[in-house]
């Protein structure tokens, strides 16, 4: 890219450069039609070679450009690539609510522009980036694009600036993996409904993880047949943290429940992390009936949850998206806040969505939210986004008072029997978990 923004300054050698490309793209041509077997590295090549070009035609038009504009201007275009290469295999078809364009206007921040962007791409037909962007490099190609479409980005608090430098960066390597995780066992047979807790974690985590197996999170079957599987989701340590791999590999084997991506740990991190959790359900656990995301902070009465979902009807079952519905929240604008959105960024309220400590969705919603979640930009709370992603595929959240992801009163946090009668409190120790794990199981309880 840089080596064509030079060139665009020396104007009498444009023509010759715009023609030697013109012979190596004919050239390229005529050899790989020629040499059939290799034609995937030469058509890499062709394309490289044509997005430089569409590169260097965009930079061109963002220096003519005097008033700034709305649309996103991308470095790179993929338009003009597709009618070179032959038809991609169609995958299924995404598509997007109404409800999501009612709700979010079109307005000059950033995130906006990107998602109208992204449905105008989408309405022409264009796919969504997809699995070979490389994640070592995506960086890279978006600055220019950030630089020219965020005018005030210098005045982003550095980890924001890092959020949105990073937000094409999609697919992290899976660094330990739970293949067998979903797999039937032998004497289940089909006829078994799994249910997945799919909890955030971070590496150092180890006493929180093993409380929630002993707890809440403890893999196994309930009498109606329902099967529990759990798996723990986690970033990498950063640069200055000691390394907990070889401990980690050792609960990976030991407990089976762990996995793990190549990126750093953080809370901005963890939209990302909500994104690779769907990428990987979808491959790995395409008929798990019902997802509970949550932290491995909170306190699950797995039993309650079990219960609540025998009571419904099936067709309502199936189609869950349940958990605390914050409904008119809106971004917070103080930028020392952990969840600061800058104006400039994200210009609307949020969409209302269930809170991150713990909600729980239908196995139907896996696929259609994966899709959308590759056309929807990365919103930097992860809750808020998958709110989003909710809303594109038209579905509402639905409130349910047992989920207490703002916790109760203070003097009810240790409280067995205020526990036994609810779904889902935040903030709880280790041991917490483990006195009102065993309190409600006691038979000596009397509420
Ligand atoms: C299905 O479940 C029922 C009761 O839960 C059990 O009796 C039956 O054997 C199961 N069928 C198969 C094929 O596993
Ligand atoms: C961390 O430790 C593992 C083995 O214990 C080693 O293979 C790996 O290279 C180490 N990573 C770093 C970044 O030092
Ligand atoms: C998210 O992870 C990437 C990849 O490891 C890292 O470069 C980036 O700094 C992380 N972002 C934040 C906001 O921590």
Not at 391 to 402: D, F, K, M, R, Y
Request: glycine letters at 6%; hydrophobic letters at 35%.
């Amino acid at each position: 890219m840089a080596r064509f923004a030079h060139l665009a300054r020396m104007r009498p050698i444009k023509s010759f450069i715009a023609m030697v490309l013109l012979i190596s793209i004919f050239l390229i041509f005529v050899y790989s039609t020629l040499h059939l077997e290799s034609t995937y590295g030469h058509r890499a090549e062709f394309q490289t070679a044509y997005q430089s070009l569409a590169t260097y035609k965009s930079e061109e038009r963002i220096v003519k450009t005097p008033t700034p504009k709305l649309e996103i201007v991308t470095t790179t275009s993929t338009s003009a690539i597709t009618t070179t290469t032959p038809p991609q295999p169609q995958g299924p078809q995404v598509s997007i609510s109404n409800k999501l364009r009612e709700n979010i206007p079109q307005n000059s921040a950033y995130w906006n522009r990107l998602l109208y962007s992204a449905l105008r791409k989408l309405e022409k037909g264009g796919n969504p980036p997809g699995r070979n962007s490389d994640w070592s490099r995506c960086r890279e190609t978006s600055q220019e694009s950030i630089q020219t479409n965020v005018h005030d980005i210098a005045s982003y608090p550095m980890l924001f600036r890092d959020f949105v430098e990073g937000m094409v960066c999609r697919f992290p390597p899976l660094l330990i993996n739970q293949r067998d995780k979903c797999k039937t066992d032998e004497q289940g047979g089909t006829n078994q409904t799994l249910f997945l807790f799919a909890i955030k974690s971070a590496p150092g985590n180890f006493q929180r993880r093993q409380a929630v197996r002993e707890t809440w999170g403890r893999e196994g079957t309930y009498e109606n047949g329902l099967r529990v599987r759990t798996v723990f989701l986690l970033g990498s340590a950063g640069q200055d943290d000691p390394n907990l791999s070889a401990l980690l590999s050792f609960e990976a084997r030991h407990h089976e429940d762990i996995l793990q991506w190549d990126f750093h740990e953080s809370f901005l991190n963890l939209t990302l992390k909500m994104s690779t959790l769907l990428e990987w359900t979808v491959k790995h656990c395409p008929h798990v009936s019902y997802v509970f995301s949550g932290d491995d902070d909170v306190f699950v009465n797995t039993p309650a949850l079990v219960g609540y979902l025998q009571s419904l009807e099936p067709s309502k079952a199936s189609e869950l998206y349940v958990g605390h519905v914050i409904k008119t929240a809106r971004p917070l604008r103080d930028p020392k806040s952990k969840y600061y959105i800058p104006l400039s960024y994200y210009d609307n309220a949020y969409p209302a969505y269930a809170g991150g400590g713990g909600f729980l969705f239908s196995g139907v919603w896996l696929q259609p939210l994966h899709l959308v979640s590759q056309v929807l930009p990365f919103f930097p709370i992860d809750d808020v986004y998958i709110g989003m992603c909710f809303q594109a595929i038209g579905v509402s959240a639905e409130l349910h008072p047992g989920f207490q992801t703002f916790d109760v009163k203070e003097q009810d946090r240790d409280n067995v029997c205020v526990h036994k009668g609810l779904i889902l409190t935040h903030q709880r120790t280790p041991q917490q978990l483990k006195r009102l794990w065993n309190g409600i199981h006691s038979p000596f309880l009397t509420c």
